[in-house]
């Protein structure tokens, strides 16, 4: 942005467009006398073809006073007089014509229209509305409509009235072109320019700022007498067209009609790699047990387990204090002693539906449902792995009687599709019919929401699941979103039998005594969903798929999934989410971690509409805080997208 002085008059400059009527609101470097000045908005073109947007006070408009009222000499202009510098010119015409103000449209980045689109505010700089003009006739648009005749512009994401030129490029040869010739850069210059350009993904808003700080001084102000380099080359604006798209993305703006307030994006810190570490072995057990067999260091084994898991040649015991059968303090006699009730318990139960009469059976239509479906399930459960496999297989036999037990310990919950899946790896490490048993009703006790039979708790699951991917990931969670997925339904079958159908047996053994031991945080395993949806974020968002599709690609991941890597990597993000200064209440309360009164959102402000997640929040009656305008559906069509992610999953 420049000023016009007397020297400078152009001989052949060319007005493509001219538009009177607008008044100079602000303009940074200009003295306070200049603004409130009524002046002609010109796009104009100089000699050499080049072109750039040109403020006249209107002390420098003719007007012929003889044939116009005065009403119209602001509306209504004629085109300047040709001057040459050897003319007369009075000193009034000298000062009027210093206070132009020309913006060459090589140097022009963003403009914006505000205002019911009479202000104008045009920038060169990024991150700085350098001119505001406001037009007292009209409004901007047809000004601007003929200004993108000239420049190619997109409009932000983030501001619809903002646009940012663009100029098109070719990528490589141009930028380390200009960057060799502008010599701001000491070392390989393609190496620093492809370094910059990948950053800018990376660490948006420190990079920009690290190109805008070698830039500045020569795009801005001109390289004269900078090493006697010649000025520089248009190209460089595809690199500060990248920075504004660059922080843009980094930024959020806060706007009035007075002032405008631009801030960092929160974002994450850097991922921690977390290495997995070996299994509790028969020794370490030992070691942490008194001589009569009491669990001295309880955190201390959770640690352990957590870290790597339990050895397979001790889990049959492990597994029993994990899953609350044993009391972690228990001796050995008192473990004795409840083996001993507890299998007594179990077999009463067990005799109250084994010896219901067939007319009694005939009556109770409930307990006659629960066993059909029982039966139904059992003879398709793990029928692959050998434990299970063939016909008139005893193995189905004791499943079956488990469950049906359960049914009369729980007769309120009875038996709900998916509980086999949970059953059968515990009934294939124990192979005791009562510790299996017992084993299987303290998982059931941690996961008993998931059975619900309104599902409230499942809902509940993949509201939080969508809340935990937008802190993490809200690049994801919109796209998800924009596919109608962003109510996670997709992800129903991993939380309600806990990715028993993603993992083999000997790896879902690995991830659920991990889970066991609640640490680090409350609902880990839905940190499990986010590790898995992170590897799977860049395959997601590059198909355009829909919810079917989405669906089917999840459930191609089964028995695709490494174990530890997932493990390692949600460990990373928790203690990225922890680690986060922008951590608020809603995402604290998920995990289980002490509030500070902090309920700030945790969609971005940029979010488009996302009707899944109005949809989850409604269904279970609670906010994710979000302010964005939503599409809503109806509880029927609500429950229908449920099923369908119910039917698909089984």
Known sequence: MSSSSVEDIPDQCKDLFTQDGVLLKACIGRPITDLNSIGMLCVVQNPDNSKCIEWRPLDLITIDSDTQDQEWAVVNTIGRRQRTLSGNMTSDYATARAR???????????????????????????????????????????FVANLKNHVKSA??????????????????????????????????????????????????????????????????????????????????????????????????????????VISVKPTLPPRPSIPRGTPLSTEKWDGLQDTEGRVMEVEGVKQLIFRGGVAHSIRQSVWKYLLDYFPWHASHAEIRAIQKRKTAEYYSMKLQWKSMTEGQEARFSEYRDRKSLVEK??????????????????????????LMTYVMYNFDLGYVQGMSDILAPLLLLLGNEVDSFWCFVGFMDKIASNFDMDQAGMK?????????????????????????????????RWLLVWFKREFSHKDIMRLWEVLWTGLPCANFHLLICVAILDAEKDMLISKDYGFTEILKHVNDLSMCLDVD??????????????????????????LGLPTVGTTTSVNSDEAEPEPETAQATHANGTSNGSTEPSAVFGPDMEEVMYQIGLDMNF
Not at 114 to 133: A, D, E, H, I
Not at 460 to 484: E, R
Not at 568 to 590: K, M, W
């Open 100 to 142: 132009i103000i020309k913006i060459p449209l090589a140097e022009l980045k963003s403009f914006r229209v505000t205002r019911n689109n009479q202000q104008l505010q045009l920038s060169t700089k990024p991150g700085v509305w350098q001119t505001t003009l406001y037009f007292q006739h009209g409004n901007a648009e047809v």
């Open 377 to 402: 399930d059992v003879n398709r459960t793990d029928r692959t792995h050998p434990f299970y496999a063939g016909d008139n297989n005893p193995n189905l036999v004791v499943l079956q009687d488990i």
């Open 155 to 260: 409009k932000t994401r983030h501001d619809r009235n903002t646009y940012v030129v663009v100029e098109p490029n070719t990528e490589s040869q141009v930028l380390n072109r200009s960057f060799a010739e502008l010599d701001i850069f000491t070392e390989n210059t393609t190496d620093v320019v492809w370094n910059l350009v990948s950053n800018f993904k990376q660490r948006p808003y420190e990079t920009t700022m690290e190109a805008f700080s070698k830039l500045t001084d020569i795009v801005y102000y001109g390289n004269e007498g900078v090493n006697g380099k010649r000025d520089v080359s248009e190209e460089v604006a595809d690199l500060l067209t990248k920075s504004m798209s660059a922080l843009e993305d980094a930024t959020t703006v806060t706007r009035s009609d007075e002032y405008e």
């Open 565 to 590: 890597r997932i493990l390692s990597t949600a460990e990373g993000i928790y203690h990225q989410i922890v680690s986060a200064p922008h951590l608020n209440d809603q995402i604290r309360v998920i």
């Open 460 to 492: 509940q699951q993949l509201l939080q699941l969508q809340q935990l991917l937008m802190f993490t990931s809200p690049a994801l969670a919109q796209h998800l979103a924009l596919k109608d997925s962003g109510n996670m339904y997709f992800c129903f």
